[in-house]
């Protein structure tokens, strides 16, 4: 099975910092890998599939990179509404795999 | 609307069953992939199983063996068979479309004598 290490667990920042998560892969996964949001109590939301591809609807302070076993989700400017749980899936191969989730908590 | 709606969740004792359904509306059930992701109290989201629009299931270790993912195209309806049920299962288990990030308000299972 594919693990996926994501890093910080958590992380305190404010409104208009800049901030980014990272996702490695045991083994190459191409740019198979998801981003996703999840505020308390509520069904995750993908925020970006294939490494880099925005969600429709998800505003552009959203990006994504990497492919092969790295990948980085960047918030460019964080808005109130960001302050959640963010996780990486990877589906290059079953079973799928989550990263181990970063909550981002307001500083 | 595309709606995924789970029931079935309940309090089982260790080493007891339960299944949980997934009714999907709003789309063309057949043509996707479907899956079940779980989520323990305080904890972080586990993918647990898929069911292909090509009829193939999958697995996550935890659960092999002991979980069967099967779907029902005539009534829209995704199924999760949980038997020998553990304390480690209890979670609020989603059911999901991940080609349209659908997924369904959860529901939740408590194993626990």
């Known amino acids: 099975d594919i693990q996926m290490t994501q890093s910080p667990s958590s992380l305190s920042a404010s409104v208009g910092d800049r901030v980014t998560i990272t996702c490695r892969a045991s083994?190459?996964?191409?740019?198979?890998l998801g981003w996703y949001q999840q505020k308390p109590g509520r069904a995750p939301k993908r925020l970006i599939h294939?490494?880099?591809t925005l969600q429709s609807g998800v505003p552009s302070t959203f990006s994504g990179s990497g492919s092969g076993t790295e990948f980085t989700l960047t918030i460019s400017s964080l808005q109130p509404e960001d302050f959640a749980t963010y996780y990486c899936?990877?589906?290059?191969?079953?079973?799928?795999?989550f990263g181990q989730g970063t909550k981002l908590e307001i500083k | 609307e595309v709606q995924l709606l789970e029931s079935g969740g309940g309090l089982v004792q260790p080493g007891g069953s339960l299944r949980l359904s997934c009714a999907a509306s709003?789309?063309?059930?057949?043509?996707?992939?479907m899956t079940w992701v779980r989520q323990a109290p305080g904890k972080g989201l586990e993918w647990v199983s898929a069911?292909?629009?090509?009829?193939?299931?999958y697995y996550a270790e935890s659960v092999k063996g002991r979980f069967t993912i099967s779907r029902d195209n005539s009534k829209n309806t995704l199924y999760l068979q949980m038997n020998s049920l553990r304390a480690e299962d209890t979670a609020v288990y989603y059911c999901?479309?991940?080609?349209?990030?659908?997924w369904g308000q959860g529901t939740t299972v408590t194993v626990s004598s």
């Open positions: 709003g789309f063309t059930f057949t043509t996707y992939t």
């Open positions: 999901a479309a991940p080609g349209m990030d659908v």
């Open positions: 294939a490494a880099s």
């Open positions: 899936l990877q589906y290059s191969s079953y079973p799928h795999t």
């Open positions: 069911f292909t629009s090509g009829g193939l299931t």
């Open positions: 083994q190459g996964i191409r740019n198979d």
